[in-house]
């Protein structure tokens, strides 16, 4: 499996808090929960869990259906297994790989892959994924998912560092800075360091962490998706909204062709 940055690993615990400010996730499993209803969906797979943002809140719009996670990260995959030990006792969550993805084909009649989960990627391994998760799906399966928009990249947080977070670890006594650092190194492709700043008892620690962060574009997405299989039905800027061009995400339903 790809090596993990920090902040799905050493720092997933501070993954909610420092994540949190940039999504609306009852929004998103609202506008999900609408789409799932709809398809009277009955398996859903969340194939990049994170901490189970998404699961939990769709558990607790609809216990009555099958909810199984994964992810690649074992601190994430504790994290969502503690989150939702209390909602569904039964819940089916798993480390593995999204691109190798442990399951029979045709196992999901849904699948979710939400936040950043494509950024990582280059090209050839999106269209592996969307393969891949057309095979765990069966036919007129729902694929939903978001990227960030390679035609809405927000210019103005490249090349100027910026705190975007600064709270106390009341278990550890640590208090947690966080600064972010992006440059845009290809037309599509950012490179960003978040540099953790940990004081305790009045000793400082700076771990630097570093994702590549892969944008798409609509009209590629679109073309990827056809070639793996699947129909597009929507493609929205926000959860439910309509799609505007140049807007920083896009969120996208397609449908596994029969
Ligand atoms: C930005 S987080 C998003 C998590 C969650 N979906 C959310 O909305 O908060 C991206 C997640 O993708 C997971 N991930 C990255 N590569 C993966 C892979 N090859 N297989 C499964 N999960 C992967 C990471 O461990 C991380 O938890």
């Known amino acids: 499996m790809p090596a993990s940055p920090k902040l799905y690993s050493e720092f997933a615990k501070y993954y909610d808090r420092l994540e949190s400010q940039y999504r609306d996730y009852w929004k998103e499993a609202k506008w999900i929960e609408t789409l799932l209803e709809s398809s009277h969906s009955k398996r859903l797979i969340d194939v990049s869990c994170g901490t189970g943002s998404h699961l939990e809140r769709l558990l607790k719009l609809r216990i009555e ?13 504790r994290i969502t297994c503690a989150k939702l030990d209390n909602l569904a006792p039964s819940r089916e969550i798993l480390l593995a790989d999204f691109l190798k993805a442990p399951f029979q084909s045709g196992s999901f009649d849904s699948a979710i892959c939400m936040y950043w989960s494509l950024a990582g990627l280059n090209p050839s391994q999106t269209k592996e994924l969307f393969r891949e998760i057309g095979r765990i799906l069966q036919p007129s399966g729902l694929f939903i998912f978001d990227v960030e928009n390679a035609e809405g990249i927000k210019e103005n947080l490249l090349n100027s560092p910026f705190i975007d977070a600064f709270f106390s ?42 994702i590549r962060l892969r944008f798409y574009s609509k009209s590629d997405l679109e073309s990827i998706l056809g070639d793996t299989g699947f129909k597009v039905q929507q493609v929205l800027s926000s959860p439910g909204g309509a799609y505007q061009a140049g807007s920083p995400s896009l969120y996208f339903v397609a449908q596994k062709m029969k």
Do not use: C, F, P
Not at 169 to 197: F, P, Q
């Open 65 to 77: 259906r099958q909810y199984v996670g994964m992810d690649s990260s074992s601190q994430m995959v």
């Open 169 to 210: 670890d009341d278990e550890t006594g640590s208090n947690i800075i966080r600064a972010n650092l992006s440059k845009k190194i290809e037309a599509d492709l950012v490179d960003w360091h978040a540099y953790y700043l940990l004081e305790r008892e009045g000793v400082s620690e700076l771990i630097n962490d570093e």
